[in-house]
């Protein structure tokens, strides 16, 4: 079981998980050109993935996901809430879920999580592999009593760790926006990442990966603070997810 990413941030996000049978794709937040350079740089083809796991529909989710699907043939899975046709395009193999019942696909089992996030029906996902948990965790506002239960037990975990309070607050964006980011429907802060650390089962956790990392309102190195802060017991490896690079496959059996 092993994950990796094509890029991370609010400009595209995509993140790929394989357990050497079936690899799926979770959001694709870029053209279906720079998907293709950025799979090849991965060692993957657009035939290897299995499928595409959308997270909800805004576009550093969802930008080339339907013209993906739509050139290389590829199924879709998502929340009825999250498609709209008008605005995401055509998908022709469209798998509907429901955010509180976990699936097959191939040999790797999906567990949906709904969040709390400024969209229409989001959820995260955690994907499940010879006994193998790996959590994607993007794209919320706060975290929730459900949210713990369903991260507890990761050994592989994307966390969003978007801003830094005070970065957001002294920050360029507009007073509205530094609403939306900071509340309680918007994103997770390098804090409040932490704090879920606190609540997980840090024990079993061996890669966790600092992602969706804001350019503006934030560092690599602040969110490491923040983290490290609740992790002087721990003994895993933390890794960052960047925008242009994602990060390099993290194999979970070693
Ligand atoms: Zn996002
Ligand atoms: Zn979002």
Not at 28 to 45: D, N, S
Not at 144 to 162: F, I, K, P
């Amino acid at each position: 079981m092993r994950f990796a990413s094509l890029g991370s941030g609010s400009h595209g996000n995509g993140t790929l998980i394989d357990d050497g049978e079936t690899c799926v794709l979770v959001d694709l937040g870029f053209t279906v050109k720079e998907a293709e350079r950025r799979l090849k740089r991965l060692g993957k083809t657009p035939a290897d993935i299995d499928a595409i796991l959308v997270t909800h529909e805004h576009g550093d989710h969802v930008h080339g996901v339907a013209p993906f699907a739509r050139k290389h043939k590829r199924a879709v899975y998502m929340t009825p809430g999250t498609y709209v046709e008008r605005k995401m395009g055509v998908v022709p193999d469209m798998k509907q879920i429901n955010c509180h019942k976990p699936f097959l696909i191939g040999t790797l089992s999906i567990e949906p999580v709904a969040v709390p996030h400024d969209a229409k029906e989001p959820c995260q996902y955690v994907v499940s592999s010879n006994g193998f948990n790996v959590g994607v965790l993007t794209d919320l506002g706060h975290i929730t009593a459900h949210v713990v239960q369903q991260y507890a037990d990761c050994h592989g975990l994307l966390l969003e760790c978007n801003h830094d309070t005070q970065m957001l607050e002294q920050g360029p964006y507009p007073y509205p926006l530094k609403q939306r980011v900071g509340g309680d429907h918007g994103h997770l802060n390098n804090n409040q990442a932490a704090e879920l650390l606190q609540k997980i089962n840090l024990g079993g956790l061996r890669h966790l990966v600092m992602s969706h990392i804001s350019e503006k309102n934030n560092s690599p190195e602040l969110a490491e603070k923040a983290l490290l802060g609740v992790l002087e017991e721990w003994t895993g490896t933390l890794y960052t997810a960047d925008q242009e690079l994602g990060f390099d496959w993290i194999d979970l059996t070693v």
